[in-house]
DNA sequence: CCAGAGGCGTTCAACGTTGTAAACTCAGCG
DNA sequence: CGCTGAGTTTACAACGTTGAACGCCTCTGG
């Protein structure tokens, strides 16, 4: 059995209290005391026991990170920078995958075991605008992603629609007049689909360019399979074009690999970038031009709101942060010579 | 304030350890207290404190899962696995990331948030062999991969060995005959990188091939980008050779990106095969051929293994288990006409 | 030499739950 | 009409920790 603060302070001699001084800093403890108890510690291999402590202290030092799926390689770099982050501030993380089912996505904030942490990151994939009144839970919340605006919550999304808009503008600046988009989500507004192709369209109307909606391709879901059956239904109705917007990377992967089985060169005959930086993008044939959306500051940033706000829950008005994004030119659009290295 | 059982109990009008009684479905609660009682926890809108209930009885309902890297697609998809194996039980992931440094895998066995937890399940991959010995933890183990073997802790492992055999016999079948390797570690005899490559070799044997260092490409880390230097250094040494086994699938898809760079066809003039099957292989042109290595039963096991092992810690003597594998024939072996479908 | 101040350590009461054991209720029965 | 015993409910003590409040000791200043 583990040793306790009790079998601690009989050995060295002092009241259990005294222990717990001595471990939480407190002022006041002699010197020759404390060195009495750390050796009494050090000779019992004691650990505090981190559940009796959360319970009298309210705090659990670890937060819930809820995210569609894993092995969906951007959730996977995002679970991985939200740990290093939370890590950095002494805290673990409670990964839970919702699958982007809505109920599920319902039952994180709802379910019991979200009090064995402080506060929730959540990703919702599933839940939409008019849920809004649903984000809510019995810890503080950070929303990531852009399903949901105008919450409670506090809130981290990336730039979607000026990093759309400077993504399209990096093809238009290489020349390319017709730019196709893959994996437009019908009818959407928010979301990430919806405020990229907004950015898309802000970029051709600065232009003077008309959108033409013959070369954007809808799609479900945003897997690579998808974006290879946009990019064959694309070239099936015969669209001309000579670029490439994948609303994100996966998508434009299985846009490019559907190009280059067509017969098409990337990105000598069609320009191809994608939206998310995901670290494949630099191994790719071609190395895919992309958005590099701020993941690390994304997950640091939420991890400082998260903090702040189990400190003090009612201090500040929920607060909206946009990160700061970089439009990183590969092979897919600017070719191998003036490609950023690997 | 979050209602507790006394709350409960007081609205109820019955005393607080009845309220305790009905939620954990005592016998011998009158039907007529039970409803008075349920009643009054909808009102209140109570749930249980479970890091009450954790001091108590002395578990969580968590467990730890320690990896390196979570942007490492391998890791994952395992963690993906992992987190849903658990789901299945009713227990919670607390995700753990190492960066595969030694320290920071010895310090989650002894830091006291393991006691956050019941049990850890632990990938190392910095730890090896000759750490044996210190592989223990206030809780429970379970050991993925092939790092360290006989130590006292559970195990789950691929089939490293045959089933790298029966990758590099499907490539003998195919009729090629010098098959390079991609991914050796120098001097490595266990350790997924040893295991594989004696599989290969013992392949070969088996058909009275000899073994030929010449093709064998050793590597430090296991990036795409180290696929990617072993090729060209195959290349750049004049290494002769009609057949790649890539040692996982990464350095497989470096490895086939440099081949086509330089001219080759994939597989017509060079078959690649992979290991890990992992989801991208679906998707990459070719699609790749690779190792199914059974990932959900290995997180399924370890699971199951790990609760076995709460429940009795000392109940049984270690146990190592091995999953089933799949070659799963692929583009860039069989071609595009015999390929398993996406 | 004594009072007051402040450093140091202690006691006590939580935190919200569950296990143990005792106590109460109410038939059924002698 | 009280005793027995099964079926219910309750009181109490943990689990291991921290915070509040108190008291003791020593040191300083009058």
Redesign the interface.
């Known amino acids: 059995m ?1 040793a306790t603060l009790h079998d601690v302070a009989r050995v060295a001699g002092v009241s259990f209290k005294t222990v717990s001084n001595v471990i939480n800093n407190h002022p006041h403890v002699r010197e020759s005391t404390r060195a009495k108890v750390e050796q009494a510690i050090r000779e019992l291999g004691y ?6 402590r ?2 009298r202290s309210g705090h ?3 937060i819930t990170l809820a995210l569609p ?3 969906l ?1 951007y959730f ?2 995002l ?2 920078a939200v ?2 982050a939370a ?1 950095k501030c002494g805290l ?6 919702t699958g982007a089912d809505r109920d599920r996505e319902l039952e994180v904030m709802a379910s ?2 979200l ?2 942490s402080d506060g929730l990151i959540f990703s919702p994939l599933a839940l939409g605008q008019e849920d809004a009144d649903l984000i809510k839970a ?1 810890v503080p919340i950070v929303l990531l992603g852009e399903r949901i605006f105008g919450s409670t919550s506090d809130h981290v999304t990336m730039q979607n629609v000026t990093a759309a808009r400077t993504a399209t503008e990096h093809l238009l600046d290489l020349g390319r007049k017709r730019i196709a988009v893959v994996g437009a989500h019908e009818g959407e507004v928010i979301g990430s689909a919806g405020l990229r192709l907004r950015g898309y369209r802000e970029a051709l109307e600065a232009r003077g360019i008309p959108y033409d909606d013959g070369i954007v391709a809808y799609v479900v879901d945003w897997h ?2 998808n974006g ?1 059956a946009a990019m064959h239904d694309l070239l099936d109705r015969g669209a001309q074009f000579d670029a490439v917007f994948g609303l994100n990377d ?1 998508l434009a ?2 846009a ?2 559907v190009l ?2 067509a017969g098409f060169r990337v990105p000598d005959d069609v320009a191809v970038i994608g939206f998310d930086d995901l ?2 993008t ?4 071609p190395t895919l031009s992309t958005v590099d959306p701020g993941r690390t500051e994304i997950a640091e940033t939420a991890i400082r709101m998260l903090m702040d706000r189990i400190k003090d829950p009612a201090g500040m008005p929920p607060r909206e942060v946009e990160t700061a994004f970089q439009v990183v030119p590969r092979e897919s659009t600017v070719g191998r010579a003036a490609a950023v290295p ?1």
Chains 1, 2 share one sequence.
């Open positions: 583990a650990r505090p026991n981190l559940t009796a959360s319970l659990t030092g670890a799926q894993l092995s390689p996977a770099e679970a991985d740990i290093e890590a673990v993380v409670l990964v839970e995958q019991p075991r009090k064995m019995e690579r399979s290879a996966t992967q299985g490019v690999r280059q089985e670290d494949e630099r191994y790719s044939l690997a």
